[in-house]
């Protein structure tokens, strides 16, 4: 099987971007000391458009001064070590502000995706980004992940990130959607759990035939919905002694508020029900890991994307994928876009 551990590295985007140390170093230091032990590579999805941000205060900001160098340095480090670092963009980055005095973020909440801003600032977004991995890495990035799972569908954003060198794309949530105020996307046709090419520029219609780009879809499963909410709930009132834990990020998101369903579905139909969970390293979602990894066994696929966030990490998590790469089988092989 091949196996794909990554992770967006980013902090949050809400109204507490959280601090640089909590979010990144920290959690990112210890999942470099796991990939180490086990002599595996993981990919880190990085929110370029931040650190360019985050560099244009340098010279104003001694607090900013020092996340920027942080942040950079270990970036070499990963990359040093043979980890994959690929583009991942948040364009709020773009057009957010730093409050020096303060030394906090002023985020902005009206381009949370590409589509939601000019074709000429994404072209400065997806050059700028490009060539600052490059200069971090020393190699141009080759795989993309939306901000916010969001795919953009307008077609000349699409040929712009191909004609930057961009060839695989990893923002499909299998079987997911969702309509929010910042999120839109819906790949709930999607149910290939496997590498695929595009029809033409529709990232949901698998195509066997030669296109720009390739997508590697994040990983879904079906859970019982009541199975996996009471496993929550005992953790929460065990005080998350029995999985999630305290994560090590410091900060709040924007808070993903799903319209609500127009069909008016029983109580007891929405708890028996099953839905679909990632592959995950986050928190909690940690607990699943081995479950669906026997699962993907059990029916002998040969593929799982998982995905994680350095700031959603806790000790519980860490944990979880150190027993995972202990007790994989040694056939399986984990890979970044760079294998």
């Excluded at 000429?120 to 141009?140: A, H």
């Excluded at 979602?285 to 799982?304: D, I």
Aim: charged share 25%; proline share 3%.
């Amino acid at each position: 099987m091949d196996l794909y551990f990554t992770f967006d590295y980013e902090l949050f985007l809400g109204p507490e971007t959280g601090s640089v140390n909590n979010c990144l170093i920290i959690p990112c230091k210890k999942l470099a000391e796991i990939a180490k032990k086990h002599n595996v590579k993981f990919v880190f999805f990085v929110d370029v458009l931040y650190l360019l941000k985050l560099r244009d205060y340098i010279n104003d900001s001694v607090s900013a001064r020092k996340d920027f160098d942080a942040v950079y340095q270990q970036l070499q480090s990963l990359s040093f070590s043979g980890h994959d670092l690929e583009l991942h963009l948040h364009p709020q980055w773009y057009y957010s502000t730093y409050k020096v005095k303060e030394s906090k973020w002023e985020m902005d909440y009206l381009h949370y995706r590409l589509d939601d801003c000019s074709l000429d600032d994404v072209r400065s977004m997806v050059s700028q980004g490009i060539l600052f991995l490059k200069e971090i890495t020393g190699k141009y990035p080759i795989a993309y992940r939306a901000g916010g799972y969001c795919f953009p569908c307008n077609r000349e954003i699409q040929d712009l990130l191909s004609k930057s060198g961009i060839i695989f794309d990893s923002s499909v949530l299998l079987n997911e959607c969702c309509t929010s105020e910042f999120q839109s996307y819906d790949y709930s046709s999607v149910h290939v759990n496997s590498p695929y090419s595009f029809k033409d520029d529709n990232i949901v219609s698998v195509s066997s035939s030669e296109s720009v780009f390739t997508e590697y879809p994040i990983s879904t499963f079906k859970y019982y919905s009541l199975h996996r909410s009471l496993l929550e709930r005992i953790d929460k009132w065990s005080g998350n002694r029995m999985g999630g834990g305290k994560i090590y990020g410091d900060g709040k998101g924007v808070g993903y508020l799903k319209e609500k369903k127009s069909e008016n579905i029983p109580f007891f139909a929405r708890i028996i029900r099953k839905e679909y969970i990632r592959a995950s390293t986050d928190g909690f979602r940690s607990f699943f890991l081995s479950r669906l990894y026997a699962k993907v066994k059990q029916k002998n696929k040969s593929y799982l994307m998982i995905i994680g966030h350095p700031k959603n990490q806790s000790d519980y998590s860490l944990n979880q994928i150190n027993d995972f790469l202990e007790r994989m089988d040694s056939s399986d092989r984990v890979l970044t876009f760079l294998d």
